[in-house]
């Protein structure tokens, strides 16, 4: 596996003062073996690789790194560089009605990410989607998107399989303009392999709905397949842009670099699991040092994010910008929030040593401490959690007694609260907890 490679490498260089000719080499023999065992096609593996050596012949290394270091930085940075280049948001400033074609090999994704970005399209843009299938080989394929569409609530074009895929096509894009919708996703019909039909039937749908982007399903477990895809469809169409799917499963890093390279278009979009709101703008950054291990810290610090819930987070940002406190019934709310995710014991599993160290830091503490920290707040009267100055201290006795703890413990979630305050007035202009994770990164 690649990560473990180059943990391997970054292990065999911990030490030593500087890089040799020789162990550049070795380095960078492990590294090429690395990317080859991970699916990354030849001529891409000895591009970067080539890309590499001359970076590190004659650099000069910065001195708060160690050569390891210096090298592990070089591969990450260009490993971005590659894989990030020409990254950019959807096109939607075409007129209307933006088509989007969807074009890949069987079980690539396809479909799923049609609903995906239909869902996608409608909540972060409230665009008004058309959700059009052309693969008229399998009688179920119209019928997974059309189910789709109705789960999504987003309009589904009915597609009458005995028609030809291009006559489909050519119709949806009519009712796409009669009907004033803003975007028209096309889905199209896959091949378990390339094959010359499928690649005449996809130029000719193409011809006929004039797609604003063209995008380039694959999945990144595909190994071999997802490159003579890449190969295939890159040949065939004008691809605007790939959507990685299936990043969620045991990817290879690999599949990213490759199909980057292969197709020369942009990685637009990243699936990340089955549910259709499992899709990410891709982050290049993110892929890199999954690929090199360290650990997928932006990632998480945005799923933490994500799962405070967007209402309860707005609702706090205002009444923290009307220069109202933040309360104990708001810090129940967060404690709340952070129980739902499995507490924080959980999240730090996932995060490497030196952030972990800062997390447990935080005032929350452990899942047992959430708990209690909440059972506390629900002992209080509604007017004590809006105004802790008013408890006293036969409150605290009266609420520590409710919660079953000690009334320093009481003391102790008061001192905490009024700290926190404190931040989240310096906060609230930010995105509050938002900038609150970043904060400690
Ligand atoms: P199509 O033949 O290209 O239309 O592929 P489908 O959209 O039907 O997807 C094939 C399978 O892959 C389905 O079981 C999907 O649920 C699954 N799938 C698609 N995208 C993802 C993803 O990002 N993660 C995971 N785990 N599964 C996915
Ligand atoms: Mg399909």
Do not use: C
Request: positive net charge; aromatic residues 4%; without cysteine.
């Amino acid at each position: 596996k690649l990560t473990e490679r180059l943990q391997g490498v970054m292990e065999s260089l911990r030490g030593r003062g500087r890089l040799t000719e020789e162990n550049i080499a070795d380095t960078l023999r492990q590294v090429r073996m690395a990317l080859l065992e991970a699916d990354v096609a030849l001529p891409v593996v000895k591009g970067f690789v080539d890309s590499i050596r001359a970076k590190v012949v004659g650099q000069e290394f910065d001195k708060s790194l160690t050569p390891g270091q210096m090298l592990i930085k070089l591969i990450h940075d260009e490993l971005i560089a590659l894989m990030g280049a020409g990254v950019r948001p959807l096109n939607l400033r075409a007129q209307p009605p933006v088509v989007i074609l969807l074009a890949g090999l069987q079980g690539a994704g396809k479909t799923t990410s049609a609903g995906k970005l239909a869902k996608w399209l409608k909540e972060n843009e409230r665009k008004k989607v058309l959700l059009a299938s052309t693969d008229v080989y399998r009688p179920a394929a119209i019928l997974q998107l059309e189910r789709l569409a109705s789960q999504l609530d987003v309009a589904f074009f009915p597609s009458d399989p005995k028609k030809p895929a291009v006559t489909l096509a050519q119709e949806a894009v009519a009712e796409a303009k009669r009907s004033l919708f803003d975007v028209l996703i096309v889905d199209t019909a896959g091949r378990l392999h390339v094959d010359d039909e499928m690649m005449v039937e996809i130029r000719e749908i193409s011809g006929v709905v004039a797609p604003t982007e063209t995008l380039f399903v694959v999945d990144s477990m595909a190994g071999q397949d997802a490159v003579n895809a890449a190969k295939a469809f890159g040949a065939a169409l004008t691809l605007t842009g790939v959507v990685l799917t299936k990043t969620d499963g045991d990817a290879r890093g690999g599949a990213a670099l490759s199909v980057r390279q292969i197709t020369g278009a942009p990685i637009l979009f990243m699936g990340t699991g089955e549910k259709t709101d499992a899709l990410e703008p891709f982050h290049a950054e993110r892929v890199a040092s999954r690929i090199l291990g360290m650990g997928d810290v932006l990632s998480l610090v945005e799923k933490v994010t994500k799962n405070v819930d967007r209402e309860q987070a707005e609702k706090l940002a205002r009444k923290l910008k009307k220069g109202k406190d933040f309360d104990l019934e708001d810090l129940h709310d967060q404690l709340q929030q952070v129980e739902k995710m499995g507490g924080l014991s959980a999240l730090m599993d996932k995060l490497p040593a030196q952030l972990a160290g800062k997390a447990a830091q935080m005032p929350q503490g452990n899942e047992k401490e959430i708990k209690r920290q909440l059972a506390m707040i629900r002992s209080m009267t509604p007017g004590e959690r809006r105004y802790p100055k008013t408890i006293d201290a036969s409150r605290k006795r009266r609420i520590a007694a409710g919660s079953g703890v000690h009334v320093s413990e009481i003391n102790k979630l008061l001192k905490n609260h009024m700290q926190m305050q404190k931040m989240m007035k310096t906060f609230s202009k930010g995105g509050g907890l938002r900038r609150l994770m970043s904060a400690f990164g």
